[in-house]
């Protein structure tokens, strides 16, 4: 089988019903999350209280096979394809929450979401991604890694300082780019693997940057899910940035290829313009349900409200 016929046989299906069991996983912590103390960013004394909940140990079991779906799809496919394959677990994470909760998904937030996959759809056609980067390229990391720090330090401050829905978006976009340097890191470690066994990952610093970053990622999910009133605008800035993080490392770090002629970046553009537009839209809505929820619970009857 081509390479080609590879990446379409067993990257692209792993990489979605990898996206399917994250959006399972995503729904149950965010109910699960509401149910204990709420504890300092980053601090990890709420695992210890999730790891009683056993729907939790159930969620993080789905996350364990998303993950290998990952790895395999990385270990065949393009980083800068299988990474936006799975911003669809918004789709599946919302559809996922309204039936546990055993209500309907709000338009407006689904019509948010659907414009954060479209725009990474988009993007993703244009882009036309190729190339098997599975290790560095000689290129310096540095300039890359400080501006992606500082988005991390930048949003978790945003995060502390603003509240209601808009500081939650903070930490989901610090969440997403944990998420896209570790994916960026998983792709290197699969490729070590595939090369040199089984012991080749432990030779090298990438899979113990995973062990340290991934788990961060991680504890930042479920503060952030814990935090917002509503899953899917924090699920879908996370699930749009991890991406495009992982798209830049995959070009600047590991050598792989994007089309960038003028008129396909133009084209790039107007998708990142259209991924922006469907996050503006999940934040204002998801405020709007938030303060209405919120009402809706001082007034004593939860049964009108609407979950996003």
């Given at each position: 089988?081509?390479?080609?016929?590879?990446?379409?046989?067993?990257?692209?299906?792993?990489?979605?019903?990898?996206?399917?069991?994250?959006?399972?996983?995503?729904?149950?912590?965010?109910?699960?999350?509401?149910?204990?103390?709420?504890?300092?960013?980053?601090?990890?004394?709420?695992?210890?209280?999730?790891?009683?909940?056993?729907?939790?140990?159930?969620?993080?079991?789905?996350?364990?096979?998303?993950?290998?779906?990952?790895?395999?799809?990385?270990?065949?496919?393009?980083?800068?394809?299988?990474?936006?394959?799975?911003?669809?677990?918004?789709?599946?994470?919302?559809g996922?929450?309204?039936?546990l909760?055993?209500?309907?998904?709000?338009?407006?937030?689904?019509?948010?979401?659907?414009?954060?996959?479209?725009?990474?759809?988009?993007?993703?056609?244009?882009?036309?991604?190729?190339?098997?980067?599975?290790?560095?390229?000689?290129a310096?990391?540095?300039?890359?890694?400080?501006?992606?720090?500082?988005l991390?330090?930048?949003?978790?401050?945003?995060?502390?300082?603003?509240?209601?829905?808009?500081?939650?978006?903070?930490?989901?976009?610090?969440t997403?780019?944990?998420?896209g340097?570790?994916?960026?890191?998983i792709?290197?470690?699969?490729?070590?693997?595939?090369?040199?066994?089984?012991?080749?990952?432990?030779?090298?610093?990438?899979?113990?940057?995973?062990?340290?970053?991934?788990?961060?990622?991680?504890?930042?999910?479920?503060?952030?899910?814990?935090?917002?009133?509503?899953?899917?605008?924090a699920?879908?800035?996370?699930?749009?940035?991890?991406?495009l993080?992982?798209?830049?490392?995959?070009?600047?770090?590991?050598?792989?290829?994007?089309?960038?002629?003028?008129?396909?970046?133009?084209?790039?553009?107007?998708a990142?313009?259209?991924?922006?537009?469907?996050?503006?839209?999940?934040?204002?809505?998801?405020?709007?349900?938030?303060?209405?929820?919120?009402?809706?619970?001082?007034?004593?009857?939860?049964?009108?409200?609407?979950?996003?």
């Amino acid at each position: 089988m081509s390479s080609h016929g590879t990446v379409f046989v067993i990257a692209v299906p792993a990489a979605v019903v990898g996206a399917a069991s994250f959006g399972l996983a995503s729904a149950i912590q965010h109910r699960v999350t509401k149910q204990v103390p709420k504890v300092r960013t980053l601090s990890p004394r709420m695992l210890f209280d999730l790891i009683r909940k056993p729907i939790w140990v159930l969620s993080i079991l789905t996350v364990i096979v998303g993950l290998s779906l990952q790895v395999v799809a990385l270990a065949f496919g393009p980083l800068v394809l299988v990474q936006p394959l799975l911003v669809t677990s918004v789709l599946f994470g919302a559809g996922f929450a309204a039936w546990l909760a055993h209500r309907k998904m709000d338009l407006v937030l689904a019509l948010g979401g659907l414009a954060c996959v479209g725009g990474l759809s988009a993007f993703l056609v244009l882009a036309r991604p190729s190339g098997q980067g599975t290790e560095f390229t000689g290129a310096s990391i540095l300039p890359l890694a400080l501006a992606l720090g500082l988005l991390v330090v930048v949003s978790l401050l945003g995060a502390r300082l603003v509240p209601g829905e808009a500081g939650v978006i903070g930490m989901a976009v610090a969440t997403g780019v944990l998420y896209g340097v570790t994916a960026g890191l998983i792709k290197v470690v699969a490729g070590q693997f595939r090369s040199g066994g089984l012991a080749e990952p432990f030779l090298h610093w990438s899979l113990y940057a995973v062990c340290v970053i991934g788990p961060m990622g991680f504890l930042l999910s479920q503060q952030t899910f814990q935090r917002g009133r509503l899953m899917s605008p924090a699920l879908a800035v996370i699930t749009t940035v991890d991406p495009l993080v992982a798209a830049a490392i995959g070009v600047n770090w590991l050598g792989e290829r994007i089309e960038s002629s003028p008129a396909i970046l133009s084209g790039e553009m107007i998708a990142v313009v259209v991924i922006i537009g469907g996050i503006v839209v999940l934040t204002r809505r998801g405020e709007q349900l938030r303060r209405a929820m919120e009402q809706t619970d001082r007034d004593g009857d939860s049964a009108d409200s609407t979950w996003g």
